[in-house]
């Protein structure tokens, strides 16, 4: 083929990040005299609006037929290059973006003159390859307006009713039979002081009167599959074993009493149960607590109902669960008194006139902070706990009166407005320990009374001992494990969350094309910052469905028939299933191409190549780098 | 005019927001008042906690929303009016004159070669100067001259450089009126001035030695510019003299947490930003001792503590006590503390010191917008924990700093979020 001899050559300064080691002016000099290159040009910041209109300028007047800029990590930028040369009439996919910053610069900023050899051989490589570059064409993909929403706490309720309203069909997905998620549990929630089942039945009642929003509760999802636009989700929808309207009255007949886990077992419910502040208003029946004696009027014969969903996007909002104290933790399973905050939570809101546990009226209490936050096992802080064991600890003393708090923390981390709650605190005579995690607080018993024993850092290590009847772990999160996950193949950040692309630029996208994620499944938050993470998960998928199609790049296999000779290698190494022989040669199902070379790495005959990476391309590009 | 959407503010939210909206179809205007976007964010050297160079990650979403076909700028603006009939928004919005033609100008800054006068850059905080007519900074968008007439002395050097006869002294400010269905307020936060703590021994003037005031005590947004790649002396010097800082302290919650100053909130990001900035100076000087004064370290974000620790095991030390006056000795600063973990009354010099300020408020369109603020100037959204971004006012929603004080990634979400509910409001109420 016909090389291209206009190509711009743009290399960046990146304000001093490459330039400081990198002699930007040697590199352009290198290859400015090139036969394929038509200008070569250096600028402080290649991405900005002026280094952009600088390509432009040169497309438009020069007739650039190909670009190569050399600077940050094409995850960066290549999209910004490639639209710039958009822009300006080139087609973007001659846009070669080499990074000269992490693979030079910053590796090599103890040999600069070295570092200075390195960028010129990448430069002198891209060039090469743009010279044979092709005309590609990006592939567009219809989008329809529907999306798959996994978990239907506050996240997913908040993603799912912002998609609905914006006129996007919504599947949610709710494994336990009842909406809400963990927020229903909360007493008087910072920072609005709205009670946790007043914001779930706002937000529930939205959910209910939104005729593009599908709720399953009960709901286990079995398979799940596909790819941006394309998804596939079968959900097993186990049965309530209910009929008809059942009044109160007939629960009220059932025999049995189990330990209520919404109470975390500080309550009791019956085998048939139902949620009133949530949907579905419809009773469940709890099979392992049934004892079929029929006083509900049940159904037994109900079998499990499995439904397939599709959707464009899936959107993960699958939440998270309290850490679980190890047995000895500060005393935790080992006296009877030391309790986690959760449940704390759920005592005083079902508490009247006075705070009693295990039967013994509680007047002093101690809080333990950071407890599996901040340690080796989970290196990381879990952000709420601060705020909502003070919160706690206000309404407790708001509701009972007389009690006396203490706290024995690491840091407060009251961050933003919420310092005021700590304030409050200070002002409502609750006393304030710190710990050395090195030195932990050590939890005992002394006849009736629980003792907490601290070294206190305000005190300059003095040992204190605090006498208390209960002491309350401040319990960090940890991710809801789902088997969705792996389905999906949704990495994982270290902390064990699911992991963003990027924190600031793409937040709540994964690397996975059309998985999104939304609250406490990408790492602990309150609900404000649920919410709004859920709200910007609709959002980046409104910019697909409201739009109504994607633009995928167009780097996928292509097949050269005549040099395939049907061995079918390529069949087998293919990951996602695209290839298959037919009539003796190798055929390509485009959709299902993920573009990832496999097949062409197989191929004995050199019969596949990679768009965008095309074998004579990458063989000069080679030699390029290779050549001096 | 008509548009779909107006957004208020173009800082790392405004623009977001706009860029969303834009890629789901919709019109936007987004209004800046000063001659560039980008807010505070281009202004940073890296960002916590993934040390991403903030002009590397600002830069182009600057530049995507100027060529985003369905995002329109306007900068050197200011909202004046805000009136709400039926399901529309009627604004007034003022121009202010560049003094430059904005079509003419082609960002040469052969005017500002020529021009005579020297007054501090604001977008280095006066670490070094710029001239009467200016571009606001290399990455500025649009990368426009400004006239700032109050300084010019009408000397005619910069008309007459111009290549393209841009410079024109008789603009005038003009009004524009426009139409839209909903607007987002990204209008950020205020710096907390450090001359406001008068123990801290701040002064605003970095040129000028003075008996109690030290140049040497600088501020957390100026020790961002010594620390960006794109730095003012392309080395980290102090201010005072020039030298070379080899102990440095960060003094946490300069203006926050701190009644006396009437804003007890916590300002959410300077710990972190302190703990990056100690990092970044360790690697820029190696042999340099930094030192982080603090009341209780705030790492609660994703990755935050792991940054923190990070930093602590790399040699940084952290004392904690609110410090109580820094004094000056031979130029260099004096930090006076108690150690509230040994009871120690330290007093420790330093060769510079960094105070720690605060986010503050920015309420000034308050009462245009009809919105409401707390008593300490943030607007409150009234139903915060189902909805984080809606206002009492159908159509009206707000996004990042301009609620409270918050980091990047919290502002980019709620950035979306607020692009996520303007676009159900305007498929509800019809576009
Ligand atoms: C003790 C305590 C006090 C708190 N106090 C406050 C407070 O005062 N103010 C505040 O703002 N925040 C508070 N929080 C935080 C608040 O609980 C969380 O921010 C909120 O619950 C997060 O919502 P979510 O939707 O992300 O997750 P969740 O509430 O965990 O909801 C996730 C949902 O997904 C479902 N799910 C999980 N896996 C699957 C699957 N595979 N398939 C289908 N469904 C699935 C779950 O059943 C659940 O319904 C507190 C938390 C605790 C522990
Ligand atoms: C020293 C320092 C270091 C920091 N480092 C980090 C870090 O490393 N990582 C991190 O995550 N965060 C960091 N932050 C926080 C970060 O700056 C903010 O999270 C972010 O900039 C907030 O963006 P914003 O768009 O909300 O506000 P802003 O950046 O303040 O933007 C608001 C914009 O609105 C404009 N505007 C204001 N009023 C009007 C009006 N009436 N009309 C029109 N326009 C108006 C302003 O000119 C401005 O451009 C740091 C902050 C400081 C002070
Ligand atoms: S929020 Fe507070 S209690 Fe929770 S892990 Fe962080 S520092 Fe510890
Ligand atoms: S006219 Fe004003 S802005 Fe222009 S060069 Fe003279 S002093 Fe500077
Ligand atoms: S005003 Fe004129 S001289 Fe100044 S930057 Fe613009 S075009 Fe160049
Ligand atoms: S973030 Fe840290 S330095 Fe800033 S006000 Fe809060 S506690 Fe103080």
Redo the contacts with the bound molecule.
């Keep these: 083929m016909k090389e291209r001899n206009k190509i711009g050559v743009y290399v960046c300064h990146c304000g001093g990040n490459i330039s400081d080691y990198v002699d930007v002016k040697k590199v352009v000099e290198a290859v400015k005299d090139l036969p394929n290159v038509a200008v070569a040009r250096d600028f402080v910041f290649m991405c900005s609006e002026a280094g952009q209109n600088l390509i432009k300028e040169d497309i438009k007047n020069l007739g650039l037929d190909g670009v190569v800029v050399a600077s940050c990590s094409p995850h960066l930028h290549e999209k910004t290059f490639r639209n710039a040369a958009k822009e300006a009439g080139l087609n973007p996919y001659l846009v070669e973006h080499v990074c000269i910053r992490e693979h030079s610069s910053w590796v090599h900023s103890d040999n600069p003159e070295a570092a200075t050899q390195k960028a010129i051989w990448i430069v002198k490589a891209a060039i090469a390859k743009v010279s044979l570059a092709r005309d590609l064409e990006s592939i567009r993909l219809d989008m329809k307006p529907e999306a798959i929403v996994v978990g239907g706490g506050v996240a997913g309720m908040r993603c799912a009713i912002d998609l609905g309203r914006a006129g996007i069909t919504v599947h949610l997905i709710e494994k336990s039979p009842f909406l809400g998620g963990r927020a229903a549990q909360i007493g008087k929630m910072y920072p609005s002081g709205i009670s946790g089942i007043e914001l779930v039945k706002k937000l529930v009642e939205e959910v209910k009167n939104n005729p593009n929003i599908k709720v399953y509760t009960n709901a286990e999802i079995v398979s799940a599959e596909g790819a941006l636009g394309e998804f596939k989700v079968k959900v097993k929808i186990n049965p309530r074993y209910v009929k008809g309207n059942v009044s109160d009255d007939t629960i009220s007949q059932c025999p049995v009493e189990v330990p209520d886990e919404f109470n975390y077992g500080l309550t009791k419910r019956k085998a048939i149960y139902k949620r009133d502040f949530t949907y579905p208003d419809t009773p469940v029946i709890d099979m392992n607590a049934c004892t079929k004696c029929g006083k509900c009027n049940p159904d037994f014969n109900q079998k499990p109902k499995t439904v397939e969903v599709t959707g464009s996007i899936v959107i993960l909002a699958t939440g998270f669960k309290p850490y679980e104290p190890k047995e000895g933790e500060f005393g935790y399973k080992v006296y009877d008194n030391v309790i986690t905050l959760p449940v704390f939570d759920r005592l005083i809101s079902i508490s009247n006139g006075k705070l009693e546990y295990n039967g013994k009226e509680i007047r002093d209490i101690a809080f333990i902070y950071c407890v599996g936050s901040r340690n080796e096992e989970h290196e990381y802080c879990s952000r709420y706990c601060c705020v909502a064991t003070i919160n706690a600890a206000l309404q407790a003393l708001e509701k009972f009166g007389d009690l006396r708090v203490y706290h024995v923390y690491r840091d407060i981390r009251t961050y933003g407005k919420y310092e005021l709650y700590y304030e409050q605190a200070g002002r409502d005579g609750m006393l304030f320990f710190k710990y050395d995690p090195e030195n932990p607080p050590v939890v005992e018993r002394s006849g009736n009374k629980l003792i907490v024993k601290v070294k206190d850092l305000l005190t300059y290590g003095e040992e204190i001992e605090i006498p208390v009847d209960m002491v309350v772990l401040s319990v960090g999160m940890e991710p809801e494990m789902s088997d969705v996950f792996t389905m999906l193949r949704v990495p994982f950040s270290r902390d064990g969350f699911l992991q963003e692309v990027h924190p ?1 630029l793409r937040p709540v996208e994964t690397a996975i094309g059309g998985v999104l994620v939304a609250g406490t499944c990408q790492g602990p938050k309150d609900t404000v910052e649920a919410t709004a993470s859920a709200s910007a998960a609709a959002a980046k998928a409104d910019t697909y469905l409201v739009k109504g199609y994607a633009e995928l790049e167009p780097f996928i296999a292509e097949i050269n028939p005549e040099k395939c000779d049907g061995c079918g290698e390529c069949v087998e190494e293919c990951p996602a299933g695209a290839i298959s022989i037919e009539n003796g040669k190798a055929v390509l199902k485009e959709a299902l191409c993920k573009g990832c070379g496999a097949c062409g790495a197989v191929c004995p005959t050199e019969a596949i190549n990679l768009r965008g990476y095309y074998y004579d391309q990458l063989r000069k590009s080679i030699e390029a780098a290779g050549g001096d | 005019m008509k548009y779909d959407v107006l957004v ?8 977001e927001a706009s860029l969303t909206l834009g890629d789901a179809g919709f019109e936007v205007l987004l ?4 001659p560039s ?5 281009i202004q ?1 050297s ?3 906690p993934t040390t991403d160079c ?1 002009g590397c990650i600002t830069t182009p979403k600057m530049a995507a929303a100027a060529s985003h076909p369905k995002v329109h700028l306007m900068t050197y ?3 004046k009016e805000v009136q709400k009939t039926g399901k529309e928004f009627r604004v007034k919005v003022l121009k202010k004159p560049r003094y430059v033609e904005e079509d003419l100008c082609i960002g040469c800054g052969r005017c500002e070669e020529v021009c005579p006068v020297l007054v501090p850059r604001e977008f280095d905080y006066g670490i070094v100067g710029r001239k009467a007519v200016y571009i606001p900074f290399e990455m500025a968008v649009p990368k426009k001259a400004v006239l700032d007439l109050e300084h010019c002395m009408m000397c005619g050097r910069c008309e007459r450089a111009c290549p393209k006869d841009a410079i024109n002294f008789l603009q005038e400010p003009e009004e524009v009126e426009i139409t839209v269905k909903a607007i987002i307020v ?4 205020n ?1 907390f001035p450090p001359e406001r703590k008068k123990e801290y021994s701040y002064t605003g003037n970095l040129t000028l030695i003075h008996t109690n005031l030290n140049p040497n005590i600088i501020h ?2 100026q ?2 510019r010594l620390l960006a790649p794109s730095r003012p002396y392309h080395a980290l010097l102090r201010p005072g003299d020039g030298k070379v800082p080899e102990r440095v302290a960060w003094v946490l919650c300069t203006g926050s947490r701190d009644k006396s100053l009437g804003n007890p909130l916590c300002s959410r ?2 710990c ?2 302190s703990v ?1 900035q100690a990092l970044l100076y360790t690697s820029a000087i190696p042999f340099g001792e930094a030192a982080i004064y603090y009341m209780d370290i705030r790492a609660f974000g994703k990755g935050f503590e792991e940054f923190y620790t990070m930093v602590r095991d790399l040699g940084v030390y952290f004392i904690r006590g609110k410090v109580a006056r820094i004094e000056s000795r031979n130029g260099n600063p004096v930090v006076i503390v108690e150690d509230t973990e040994t009871g120690e009354i330290r007093e420790d010099e330093y060769d510079m010191v960094v105070l ?2 605060g ?1 503050l408020s ?1 309420p ?2 308050s009462e245009i917008l009809g919105i409401d603020t707390n008593s300490y100037g943030f607007y409150v959204p009234p139903d915060e924990n189902a909805n984080p971004v809606a206002t009492k006012v159908d159509g009206i929603f707000v ?4 609620t409270c ?7 980019v979400a709620e ?1 979306a979020a607020a692009a996520a509910q303007c676009i159900a409001y305007l498929k509800e109420v019809g576009t």
């Design positions: 600031k | 208020i503010g173009g800082g790392i939210a405004g623009i209004v800046e008042k000063d976007i980008g807010g505070h964010m940073l890296k960002v916590f903030a603006s200011e909202v990204a209008t950020g936060y710096l957390a947004m020790m961002e990001v300077c972190m930003y990056k720690s300020v986010l920015n000034e369109l996004a990042g700093t301009a004080p918050k980091d990047i990634p919290d502002t950035a």
